[in-house]
């Protein structure tokens, strides 16, 4: 490619790179799509829980940025499917060649390379693309413990965080229950009361066991799932 652009000047130049990625872009988008179909059952999108892999400040951003400043895409590839590699290989190196046309080809080439690798990454586990977060996105305190947590070699800050809320949640479930539950037997009203204070409580308690012995399925939760939820009777 690179040897094609000398024979034109540098306006000509920018003007074929970003013809070039803005056809690939479209081309990858269209073809990306059909990815995003295990995410769809009976016509309905799950709502997806809310990751931090599309920020950029997030740590697939700030390895691609020191991917392509070391021109070493092998800093990506643990994100991506190895039936993947393929695609974010060839993207990295049109990155890499683009960024050296100067610096609105740099920042056009890198946001293109971005904008793959996240796309590719959140399409790998069912998730939509949804396009770059800004830096500074509110993750609420898990994520940023889970993370400091790795940087630290310490897990101790995340286990009370989470057991503190666990605790808090329980009681405030376990409370709404038990201070209905007493209600005499012709008192209808009092025992829907009862029953919706209750449901909730052991839902709850349900669902903190499962995850607590279940095991992590990424950012999102697998259809299987799903569909045990849905088909959890009623108490």
Same mark, same amino acid.
């Given at each position: ?13 920018? @003007? ?5 990625? /803005? ?45 392509? +400043? ?5 800093h990506v590839l643990p994100w991506v499917r190895p039936e993947d590699e393929h695609e974010i290989?060839? @993207? ?5 060649? /683009? ?96 029953? +919706?204070?209750?449901?909730?409580? /052991? ?11 279940? @095991? ?20």
């Amino acid at each position: 490619m690179e040897n094609a652009l000398r024979h034109f000047n540098r306006p000509m130049m920018l @003007a074929l790179a970003l013809l070039v990625m /803005v056809t690939e872009r479209v081309i990858s988008y269209c073809f990306g799509l059909e990815r995003l179909l295990p995410g769809i059952e009976g016509g309905v999108l799950f709502a997806w829980a809310i990751g931090h892999c599309d920020t950029l400040d997030g740590p697939v951003i700030k390895l691609a940025r020191k991917a392509l +400043e070391t021109e070493n895409v092998n800093h990506v590839l643990p994100w991506v499917r190895p039936e993947d590699e393929h695609e974010i290989r060839h @993207a990295f190196q049109h990155a890499v060649s /683009v960024r050296k046309l100067g610096p609105s080809a740099r920042e056009l080439a890198d946001t293109h390379f971005f904008e793959t690798l996240v796309r590719v990454h959140r399409a790998s586990e069912g998730a939509p693309y949804t396009g770059l977060k800004p830096a500074g996105a509110d993750l609420g305190p898990a994520v940023p413990a889970a993370d400091k947590a790795l940087e630290d070699g310490s897990v101790e800050t995340v286990v009370k965080l989470l057991t503190d809320a666990v605790r808090a949640g329980v009681h405030r479930h376990f409370h709404a229950a038990v201070s209905r539950r007493h209600f005499a037997v012709d008192d209808v009203a009092a025992g829907r009361e009862y029953v +919706e204070a209750y449901v909730p409580y /052991v839902h709850y308690v349900e669902q903190l066991w499962d995850t607590a012995t279940g @095991a992590a399925h990424g950012h999102y939760p697998e259809h299987g799932a799903q569909e045990h939820e849905h088909a959890a009777p009623v108490h």
